[in-house]
């Protein structure tokens, strides 16, 4: 069974800045693209930044020019930097297979707030 742990979320300023882990079991990360979303409370979950099995990205308008995604797929893990984290950017956030998605995980809370 596929499973993601989200990890590193936490309470930060405006124009604060985290990284985000989600570390897979079950798979070999590298055989997959991977994708970030986010959900706000009482809003729809979001796709937020992707990268493809062969290292392509994508971002939505939103994020762009300040979160990266990247992957490691010796720690069979991938990230998410967000910098200049603005309070919309509130939300819990988590991993999964934009095109072969399994089970959510529990994701991991970000908080911006002054």
């Known amino acids: 069974q596929v499973q993601f742990v989200e990890s590193g979320g936490g309470l930060v300023q405006p124009g604060g800045s985290l990284r985000l882990s989600c570390a897979a079991s079950?798979?070999?990360?590298?055989?997959?693209?991977m994708g970030w979303y986010r959900q706000a409370p009482g809003k729809q979950r979001e796709l937020v930044a992707r990268?493809?099995?062969?290292?392509?990205?994508n971002y939505a308008d939103s994020v762009k020019g300040r979160f990266t995604i990247s992957r490691d797929n010796a720690k069979n893990t991938v990230y998410l930097q967000m910098n200049n984290l603005k309070p919309e950017d509130t939300a819990v956030y988590y991993c999964?297979?934009?095109?072969?998605?399994?089970?959510w995980g529990q994701g991991t809370q970000v908080t911006v707030s002054s």
């Open positions: 079950g798979s070999i990360l590298s055989s997959y693209g």
């Open positions: 999964n297979r934009p095109l072969s998605m399994r089970e």
């Open positions: 990268i493809t099995s062969g290292g392509s990205t």
